[in-house]
């Protein structure tokens, strides 16, 4: 079982579908966070939850809704997106205060029409 | 200017080559450095810290300059599965929040 799993793998999404990716970790952490990578451009910070409250929202667009119900599941609610929102979606966990190994699930890879 | 700035290669050499990648930061208060490695559709998984002596693993030795901001990784011996991209990563908690920057990364390929 990997440490990190995120479901869906791909996802296709209209302009005005609502849709929601899953994270889940088996690592005990107690931090996690959402990173979308687009083609050529650095991994870029959303969110941030410690112990399930949220502690950074990285000036996101509020079509993206996070939800962290526990320690170990996080979701990221997809609402009315653009084309440009198109990337690939990274959960990852950590211990919380972590200062650098990051445990990323594989992605979720988004596409909208 | 990009907070954490890479070559974005690719750059490609023979087996057995040893190839170098440079970073720069700029935050000169920026407290800890890694070097991640990104297989093609995969996700980031870390390679190695990067302490202010420098530090070494098996092939792979990473440098620290904080004078000028800059990271350095040195891939010796180069191997077929070190094609991968490698991204250069600094943890910053200077500014309210506690975050890894990530560059865009640098492509290596290496060939037979």
């Known amino acids: 079982e990997t440490g990190v799993t995120q479901t869906p793998r791909h996802l296709v999404m209209g302009m005005t579908n609502k849709k929601s990716l899953k994270c889940e970790q088996h690592?005990?952490?107690?931090?996690m966070y959402w990173y979308k990578q687009s083609a050529k451009k650095p991994l870029e910070l959303m969110f941030v939850?410690?112990?399930?409250?949220?502690?950074e929202n990285n000036s996101v667009p509020s079509r993206f809704s996070p939800e962290c119900p526990n320690s170990s599941h996080l979701f990221l609610h997809l609402h009315t997106l653009q084309p440009e929102d198109s990337a690939l979606y990274l959960c990852?966990?950590?211990?919380?205060?972590?200062?650098?190994?990051?445990?990323f699930g594989e992605g979720s890879r988004l596409t909208v029409l | 200017r990009k907070e954490v700035e890479q070559d974005p290669g690719p750059f490609n050499v023979p087996e057995g080559a040893t190839v170098a990648f440079n970073c720069t930061y700029s935050?000169?208060?920026?407290?800890?450095f890694f070097w991640y490695r990104q297989d093609c559709r995969k996700e980031p998984k870390l390679l190695m810290s990067v302490y202010s002596s420098g530090n070494e693993d098996g092939r792979f030795t990473a440098q620290l300059n904080r004078a000028s901001q800059y990271i350095s990784l040195l891939i010796r011996d180069s191997k077929l599965s070190d094609s991968a991209t490698y991204l250069c990563?600094?943890?910053?908690?200077?500014?309210?929040?506690?975050?890894?920057?990530f560059g865009s990364g640098t492509r290596l390929q290496v060939q037979p």
């Open positions: 690592l005990g952490h107690n931090a």
């Open positions: 990563v600094v943890f910053d908690m200077d500014t309210g929040r506690r975050a890894l920057t």
């Open positions: 935050n000169s208060a920026s407290q800890s």
């Open positions: 939850y410690n112990f399930k409250e949220q502690t």
């Open positions: 990852a966990s950590s211990w919380s205060g972590s200062t650098g190994e990051l445990f």
